[in-house]
């Protein structure tokens, strides 16, 4: 018994007209009474109502697709077909592809809408793609804004990155006496340190086998004291002393010779590559410009836009070379400095 009274309650609920039509439109205030309204059966109240707030405006889409829908289907269900076919059909110019739910909506008023469907069917496939048209537009002004907006953002940012950079020129002063001093000097003043490096190396290994062959050779010498008789002097006898190379050194004698003249002429000859290159590429004064973010003071923000960049001249010392002269146990020596 009480299964066979729900049924009939379930029934009467999804055929009575008096159920409600659509879900909450959040918006105007007065389209939520007039849908309380019509749920209530008051289909008069609610097409008068529902006429005048639409003729006064200030609506959006939905509300107005909302209030055709109550106003016609309460013409409909007071028999005034002609003004319930008015608002369906102007319901259906907003929205094309409206449908009344059937399952909430009785079937006379559903075939009622079905009917004013098919004889709008021409128009309403012409307002189909006039909205698509209409949505299309939109979608492209609205990625057209994005990408502006994206655009005007990364110029902002690219603006207080500038505002926030100062441009440091720097003049180099080159002495041009540093091209004659050896062991790649030059090219280290240039700022071309692997040539330098080259220089330096190469000029370095022959400086040392010279040295060493010079040593080398003159350990080969000896020494030996001759006396001489029928001298005249006080004891009839005098000597002498005699240095040379045994005659069974002589070949060693030839060889340290030769690596001797060979690494020294080899060592004048790359000096005299580096002197050239060094003059060829030389230049008085050379200007490094630089960019370098500037610490803004706290409570110091730049303006966008705004360019704080100045130039700034910076000195670096010019390099200096000093000789001086000192005595040894066995003569003078010499002593030579060079600074950057």
Not at 81 to 104: G, I, K, M, Q, W
Not at 325 to 333: A, H, K, R, S
Request: aromatic share 8%; hydrophobic share 40%; proline share 4%.
């Amino acid at each position: 018994m009480n299964r066979g009274l729900a049924l009939i309650i379930l029934c009467l609920v999804l055929w009575h007209p008096t159920v409600s039509l659509a879900q909450d439109v959040a918006g105007d205030p007065e389209v939520a009474a007039l849908r309380a309204s019509f749920d209530y059966g008051k289909y008069a109240e609610v097409l008068d109502r529902a006429g005048a707030r639409i003729d006064r405006g200030g609506l959006s889409e939905d509300e107005l697709v909302e209030l055709h829908k109550l106003a016609g289907l309460a013409a409909f269900n007071l028999g005034r077909t002609d003004e319930a076919s008015r608002h369906l059909r102007a319901l259906l110019r907003l929205d094309p592809d409206f449908s009344l739910d059937p399952f909430v909506v009785p079937p006379p008023a559903v075939a009622f809408m079905e009917g004013i469907k098919g004889e709008m069917g021409n128009e309403l496939e012409f307002l189909r793609q006039e909205r698509r048209l209409r949505q299309e537009r939109e979608k492209a002004e609205a990625e057209r804004r994005e990408r502006e907006r994206v655009e005007a953002e990364v110029l902002r940012r690219r603006a207080e990155e500038l505002a926030g950079q100062v441009t440091v020129r720097t003049v180099e002063k080159r002495n041009f006496l540093v091209n004659f001093v050896p062991f790649g000097a030059g090219q280290f003043q240039q700022g071309r340190n692997s040539l330098g490096i080259v220089f330096a190396a190469t000029e370095g290994a022959l400086a040392v086998t010279s040295i060493i062959s010079y040593f080398a050779y003159e350990s080969l010498f000896e020494e030996r004291t001759i006396e001489l008789d029928n001298v005249l002097d006080e004891d009839g006898k005098a000597s002498i002393t005699v240095r040379f190379i045994p005659t069974n050194r002589e070949r060693q004698r030839d060889t340290w010779q030769l690596l001797k003249l060979a690494s020294a002429a080899g060592f004048y000859t790359i000096y005299a590559l580096g002197v050239v290159d060094a003059l060829y590429h030389h230049e008085d004064e050379v200007v490094r410009t630089s960019v370098e973010t500037r610490e803004a003071p706290e409570g110091d923000s730049p303006r966008a836009g705004v360019s704080l960049t100045a130039p700034r001249r910076a000195r670096i010392p010019r390099p200096a070379a000093t000789v001086g002269l000192y005595p040894t146990d066995g003569g003078l020596g010499a002593a030579f400095t060079l600074s950057f």
